[in-house]
């Protein structure tokens, strides 16, 4: 078990700056995820923790101990690859056994080891087949028996359930929660996939164009995202988003935009804005179908058994609504939405505009 602190965490490849000034920490047996779109840095942030390149600037602590200048077996981290990276000639109990023969381990203990984490995985039937026997999810728990069977310090996941189809993928998503709550190892797990985040992360740290855009949990990002950035990953469908003006009528404050015209006066927090363009966003599960705020004209509705997601046109924006499966309206009908304020934010510039009670 360990702490991980990153500070002013900087690496260019060649001219191009890929990680600007990255600071995080993860504690003791927390598990943090690094989300953020493709190409964003999160494999080299990972890399860069576990030693496999080098960084430019900043520090990483483990413990009380800068690691820059350690090996990356005497950081004692162990990395799961999104592409597995398992040795094809051993068999499943050798590739598990590998890091304890490095550590020279004693072959009675090793045996053990191996039987136990092979065991807790659900994977001891499988222990003398060779890689290629393996199915995607299988292969992906070998991987993860492998990083776990020498009970490191800390653990640093790369995408690693990208490769599974949907159905193994959510499965495997728990089995990965239930896991950490048994070994309760610090963990870093690299994904953009935000219900990945939003499920297992007990910290998110959403990065984009190389710089951290916030840090919290996922209740934190989901009910109070710092700028539209944050909005619009998390959260599925994405948040919907109208430009407008903050206007005053009738001795109150009001949002108007093309789309439509709501008062906002009990919004404290608006009044310095004025006269001054904002963007309001709205979750699709607070656009509340009936007689509202917003009409709009359904151009296609997404039926999911459980609920159906509408698209739908609101002057010239496109709204995004999520709604029961019974709603019973279709393509080219008229729908009116009320606004539930509990999924209104509002921003200037982009950043969000806080609330004040
Ligand atoms: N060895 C390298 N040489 C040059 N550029 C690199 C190298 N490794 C990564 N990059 C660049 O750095 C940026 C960040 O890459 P990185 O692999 O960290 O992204 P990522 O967030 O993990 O993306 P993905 O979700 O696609 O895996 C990308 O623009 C990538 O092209
Ligand atoms: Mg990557």
Not at 17 to 20: L, N, P, Q
């Given at each position: 078990m360990a702490r991980l602190r990153v500070r002013d965490l900087r690496k260019s490849f060649g001219d191009k700056?890929?990680?600007?000034s990255i600071s995080f920490e993860v504690s003791d047996g927390e598990f943090c995820i690094l989300l953020g779109?493709?190409?964003?840095?999160k494999s080299t942030i990972l890399r860069l923790i576990a030693g496999l390149d080098q960084k430019d600037g900043g520090a990483i602590h483990i413990d009380d101990r800068?690691?820059?200048?350690?090996?990356p077996g005497e950081r004692d981290v162990a990395m799961v690859f999104q592409s597995y990276a398992l040795y094809p000639h051993l068999s499943v109990y050798d590739n598990m056994a590998f890091p304890l023969v490095m550590q020279k381990m004693k072959r009675e203990e090793r045996d053990a080891k191996v039987r136990e984490v092979a065991a807790l995985l659900g994977i001891e039937g499988l222990l003398q087949r060779k890689p290629k026997e393996l199915s995607g999810g299988q292969k992906q728990r070998v991987a993860i028996g492998r990083a776990i069977v020498r009970r490191p310090k800390i653990f640093l996941f790369d995408e690693?359930?990208?490769?599974?189809d949907a159905k193994l993928r959510a499965a495997m998503r728990v089995e990965l929660a239930h896991l950490h709550r048994q070994l309760r190892t610090t963990t870093v797990y690299v994904t953009h996939d935000q219900t990945e985040a939003m499920t297992l992360g007990q910290k998110i740290v959403l990065l984009d164009s190389g710089i951290i855009q916030q840090t919290g949990t996922p209740d934190d990002l989901y009910a109070r995202p710092a700028n539209t950035i944050v909005a619009g990953q998390i959260g599925v469908p994405g948040m919907n988003f109208l430009e407008g003006k903050i206007e005053t009528a009738g001795g109150g404050l009001i949002f108007r935009s093309d789309a439509c015209t709501i008062p906002v006066?009990?919004?404290?927090?608006?009044?310095?804005?004025?006269?001054r363009e904002v963007t309001m966003g709205i979750r699709?599960?607070?656009?509340?179908?009936?007689?509202?705020?917003i009409s709009a004209t359904i151009e296609f509705v997404e039926h999911l058994g459980s609920e159906a997601v509408l698209y739908a046109r609101a002057g010239k924006a496109r709204i995004v609504a999520k709604v029961p499966a019974d709603f019973g309206k279709g393509i080219g009908e008229k729908v009116s939405f009320a606004l539930h304020d509990k999924g209104l934010h509002f921003f200037f510039k982009g950043s969000r505009i806080e609330r004040v009670d």
């Open positions: 700056t890929v990680i600007d779109p493709s190409g964003c840095g800068e690691v820059s200048e350690l090996t690693p359930l990208s490769n599974l006066d009990p919004r404290k927090e608006l009044r310095p804005y004025q006269g699709p599960e607070a656009l509340i179908p009936g007689t509202g705020d």
